[in-house]
């Protein structure tokens, strides 16, 4: 369906939470792929789901995710090939764990633009890949061609802001004729307005530089779409526990109106529940796990459940500031 490719400048501020806190809130089927070229920390933070669905308490599993289907992409990536490859989290959430070093990532610079294209068409399912820090040369590049949007995050400060200006004015540039690019702006949610409208003041003076420096398609068009909380105790509470705390958490609370944000500018989704087995699918028998606040619905046929009081959010991770 939809690929968001999520990932930011030096320091990579939140991109893994940010990414998990998304996927919580998701309002459609939604799979969380670790590609982050510095290794991943999924396998370290999160609990899996038990195989029966029933319990806390399992590990993910490291060998199993962008690893494993590496291997099976040298034959050729399709995308039904990704569900086997899938790990589901405690809630609910469906991930695909990414390597655990950098050594990893660099046996695999041919596969993204396979694994963006194979993400793009795991209908009815979004993707929503965690790409960490970009650099210079990143051969993420190529994933991101096949977004359907790509998001940045920064943090309200001169030298974060400073550093996404000049990542802007490059991605741009190697974007041409490729996917609109977002700006997320972490903050302090009583400084929403002002934080945000300075990063767009700053951000304006490379929106044209791009489109100056060569001849071809046009750079994509950049828009600061708003501002995740920077919340500390909530993203704290994306390490393992979850219930009503974490539901009127500001992160969560602001996730969700991002997510809302996002999904409205991307392809309709299509009716259908993914099948059995696929990213995004509930478990069999289970329900559907729901966003924060919202009751689950039972897979068709049968009647919806009762609203929750503790609804269901899938475990995240914690603060990332000082852990890449």
């Known amino acids: 369906m939809a690929l968001i490719a999520l ?14 806190a998304l996927g919580a809130v998701w309002p459609r089927p939604v799979l969380v792929a670790e590609c982050d070229q510095a290794g991943g920390d999924l396998v370290y933070r999160l609990p899996s789901a038990q195989p029966d669905g ?27 090939q990704v569900a086997e490859h899938c790990q589901r989290l405690v809630g609910g959430l469906d991930v695909l764990v990414g390597v655990t070093n950098a050594e ?24 929503i890949a965690d ?30 802001v400073a550093h996404l200006r000049e990542r802007v ?3 741009t540039a190697e974007l041409r004729g490729g996917p609109p690019v977002g700006v997320l702006v972490l903050a302090d949610p009583r400084d929403f307005r002002g934080s945000i409208a300075e990063v767009d003041r700053i951000l304006a003076g490379v929106r044209g530089r ?16 708003g501002g995740l909380a920077l919340d500390p105790k909530g993203a704290d509470l994306l390490s393992g526990s979850w219930g009503g705390r974490l539901d009127r958490s500001l992160l969560i609370r602001s996730a969700r109106e991002v997510a809302a944000d996002l999904t409205g500018r991307l ?11 696929h990213p995004g699918a509930p478990p069999a028998g289970k329900a559907v796990p729901s966003p924060p606040g919202r009751p689950e619905q039972s897979p068709p046929p049968g009647p919806q459940p009762p609203p929750q009081q503790a609804p269901h959010v899938p475990a995240g991770g914690g603060p990332e500031e000082g852990r890449r």
Do not use: I, Y
């Open 210 to 225: 791009a489109s100056d420096a060569a001849q071809g398609p046009p750079p994509p068009d950049v828009t600061v779409l």
């Open 54 to 80: 029933d319990a806390d308490g399992g590990t993910l599993n490291p060998s199993r995710g962008l690893l494993s289907l590496a291997a099976t992409a040298r034959r050729g990536l399709r995308p039904d």
């Open 7 to 20: 990932a930011a400048d030096k320091g990579a501020p939140g991109v893994t939470t940010a990414a998990v």
């Open 169 to 171: 004015a490059a991605l």
């Open 104 to 127: 990893q990532a660099q046996a695999m610079t041919w596969l993204w633009g396979p694994l963006g294209r194979a993400f793009a068409g795991l209908a009815p399912v979004d993707v």
């Open 131 to 160: 790409c960490g820090r970009l650099g210079a040369a990143n051969p993420l590049v190529d994933l991101m061609h096949e977004a359907d949007l790509v998001v940045l995050l920064t943090r309200a400060t001169l030298e974060q």
């Open 267 to 277: 392809p309709a989704a299509p009716s259908a529940m993914p099948p059995a087995g």
